[in-house]
């Protein structure tokens, strides 16, 4: 009886054991507190941008997102970030756009928004959270009929970049108009100082000498000219007055132009090198890192001597996007989303020492972007020229010749008012 006794409670304790493993034995795709157990869905997503000279800032918010994605949504997902040069990046990205591999995000001007939309390139984000953190001023440059058609990036006031300390030790002050910037030159020039820097390598930066000189004089004296220009019925011999200044910063700027890349120029200039830069604000990033202690001002490139035509520039340029057939659609809007993120977006924009946009960013603008927007609080500013992207493009080249000395003011004229008709076809 005893060992019958001991028998039954050998097996009922075996029984338990076993009961007890098969309850603590979970089905491992079942979620605990601690956290989802089941592997990561592996996704890919290409970004590819035109701001080369942001690329370890937005590497390390690719990053961030990568992580965030990882941590809060299950997803691997691994960011492939491109930024092909800028003289090359339109090009590149034409030619996946066509070639059927078309990134899943990618970096336009918004100036050329109208022509991306109109070829099925981009995809329509109003419903997306990030639409309202948008100030209203700025989603109104990134939208067509109401339709939100980019995240905008890169919105500023730029102009001429200053030395405020070689100014100040010059005893000169911030020009008013061409004659006021010639005395400018001759003082600096007296002091021992080089008054522009030039670093005419690629083609883009002798353009902003087009764009800033462009917008001031139309806005200023000729505003039906762009109109004109696209219904042929303008010409470039209008505003040959442009050459005033151009013709001045060319003949009084550092030697060897065609071999200083934009970069180059940027740190040369912030060693003081040059007292004044034709380069946007988006310049400070090369600028202050190569020396932090540089007093960096901003003023309004004059054309002639008409003040209503010296202005600075009001743009919202750089603007990411998301492509229609992108493979991971979700992804992609989760990444456009994260561009104005409540806690990260503030970091990023301040690091790129890009203007604030949005109702995210709660940080104070550097200097020079304060000196920037008191002209366009002043009304010394004029919004950004639409001109097709081949007629920019051309402005860039003809005047990389001018300054060799291959083509005259006379060509430039012809060859413009070609270039925009053949634009126009």
């Known amino acids: 009886m005893k060992k019958f006794l001991v028998l039954s409670l050998i097996v009922c304790l075996v029984l338990s054991l076993v009961a007890c493993s098969n309850d603590a034995v979970s089905d491992p795709t079942e979620t605990t507190e601690v956290g989802s157990t089941e592997s990561p869905r592996v996704a890919e997503l290409n970004i590819m941008m035109s701001i080369p000279q942001y690329m370890d800032q937005w590497d390390t918010y690719v990053k961030q997102f990568e992580a965030k994605m990882l941590a809060e949504e299950n997803i691997k997902v691994k960011v492939n970030l491109e930024m092909p040069s800028s003289d090359q990046y339109e090009s590149v990205l034409q030619a996946r756009l066509t070639g059927g591999d078309a990134p899943d995000l990618y970096t336009l001007h918004s100036n050329n928004i109208a ?14 959270p990030l639409a309202d953190k948008i100030y209203d001023n700025v989603r109104e440059t990134v939208s067509i009929e109401g339709r939100l058609l980019g995240v905008p990036l890169e919105s500023q006031a730029w102009g001429v970049l200053y030395n405020k300390e070689i100014f100040a030790a010059a005893g000169v002050e911030i020009p008013k108009t ?4 010639k005395n400018i030159t001759e003082v600096l020039k007296e002091k021992g100082y080089t008054p522009f820097m030039l670093a005419y390598q690629e083609q883009w930066v002798p353009q902003l000498m087009t764009a800033l000189t462009l917008g001031g004089k139309v806005s200023g004296e000729i505003p039906d000219w762009v109109d004109r220009m696209y219904a042929d019925n303008g010409s470039y011999e209008e505003v040959i007055d442009i050459f005033g200044p151009i013709d001045l910063i060319m003949a009084n700027g550092t030697d060897r132009a065609m071999e200083m890349g934009s970069e180059s120029g940027a740190a040369e200039f912030a060693m003081g090198k040059a007292a004044m830069f034709v380069q946007g604000t988006w310049a400070s990033g090369t600028i202050m890192t190569t020396n932090p202690d540089m007093k960096l001002g ?18 919202t340029s750089t603007t990411l996007a998301v492509h229609p057939d992108a493979k991971e659609m979700d992804l992609a809007l989760k990444f456009a989303n994260y561009v104005l993120d409540d806690q990260d977006s503030a970091g990023l924009f301040q690091a790129c020492s890009f203007n604030p946009l949005a109702t995210v960013h709660n940080y104070e603008p550097a200097s020079w972007v304060a000196d920037a927007s008191a002209f366009v609080a002043e009304g010394k500013a004029y919004k950004d020229l639409v001109l097709p992207s081949a007629v920019t493009d051309e402005q860039g080249k003809l005047l990389q010749e001018y300054y060799v000395k291959t083509i005259t003011k006379e060509d430039f004229v012809k060859r413009m008012d070609e270039v925009f008709k053949s634009s126009n076809k």
């Not at 022509?115 to 997306?128: C, I, P, Q, V």
């Not at 061409?178 to 910037?181: E, V, W």
């Not at 901003?298 to 743009?315: D, I, K, Q, R």
């Open 115 to 128: 022509t991306y939309d109109k070829a099925g390139n981009l995809t329509d984000l109003s419903a997306e």
């Open 178 to 181: 061409l004659d006021d910037l």
């Open 298 to 315: 901003v003023f309004a490139l004059p054309v002639n001597n008409n003040e209503a035509c010296t202005l600075v520039n009001l743009s």
